[in-house]
């Protein structure tokens, strides 16, 4: 099946500063999705994004099919901004969804 | 408000029994999925259902079984075959491909 590797696996940046999330994935995808895990445990929907590049205020995600990756951009980050952010993809004529195991940033003040 | 509905929050559960994990949802989703999460780690498909009537088996289906008699509905049994029940579980609906996740049930064995 359909590999997921995210990196790096932990990050720990200061306030204020920027980072980049990287999801590498092994075939043909028609969903990625990225998910921001919630100190209690709900997934927060970030982005739908099997291609292209989407913005959302300080986020920001841009997936380049053709070479298998993903990239999540943090800006200007914040304290809230903690936690576990997974990368999912569901691989061409498959319904399902593959999760990649996480990176976890912390933000510390 | 449209969303899914996962209850109950905790549980725990005595060796030996087995517990139903209830999912609800109110989108008018077809797709349905169960997925595990066990501390530190990714989540893994358990069940996923893509209209009434149906399910498939994801990549760890021993020990669980679902039914899925109603759109709204997805229920997950942890029955006593499975070893290592202790994990956070999360229910899942989805529209065409994009996938959207309910608050998910904590299962602790005592």
């Known amino acids: 099946g359909i590999q997921v590797e995210q990196s790096p696996p932990d990050l720990i940046l200061q306030e204020g500063a920027n980072s980049t999330l990287r999801c590498n994935f092994s075939?043909?995808?028609?969903?990625l999705q990225w998910f921001h895990q919630n100190p209690w445990g709900q997934l927060i929907n970030l982005f739908y994004i099997p291609s292209g590049t989407k913005q959302n205020g300080r986020l920001s995600a841009t997936t380049v099919a053709t070479e298998r990756y993903s990239l999540l951009y943090i800006s200007s980050s914040q304290t809230t901004d903690s936690g576990v952010y997974f990368c999912?993809?569901?691989?061409?004529?498959?319904?399902?969804?593959?999760f990649g195991q996480g990176t976890r940033l912390t933000i510390n003040p | 408000d449209g969303g899914i509905t996962q209850s109950p929050k905790y549980l725990f559960r005595k060796e030996g029994q087995n517990v139903t994990l209830s999912c609800e949802q109110n989108l008018n989703h077809d797709a349905m999925y169960w997925y595990r999460q066990d501390p530190g780690q990714g989540l893994r498909l358990i069940y996923y259902s893509q209209i009434v009537n149906d399910f498939q088996k994801g990549d760890i289906a021993e020990g669980y079984s679902v039914s899925r008699e109603k759109k709204e509905s997805f229920p997950l049994t942890v029955t006593s075959a499975q070893k290592n029940p202790t994990a956070f579980y999360l229910c899942?609906?989805?529209?065409?491909?994009?996938?959207?996740f309910g608050q998910g049930t904590r299962l602790t064995v005592v």
């Open positions: 075939d043909s995808v028609n969903n």
């Open positions: 999912a993809v569901g691989a061409r004529g498959a319904q399902k969804l593959v």
């Open positions: 899942a609906s989805s529209i065409y491909t994009e996938a959207f």
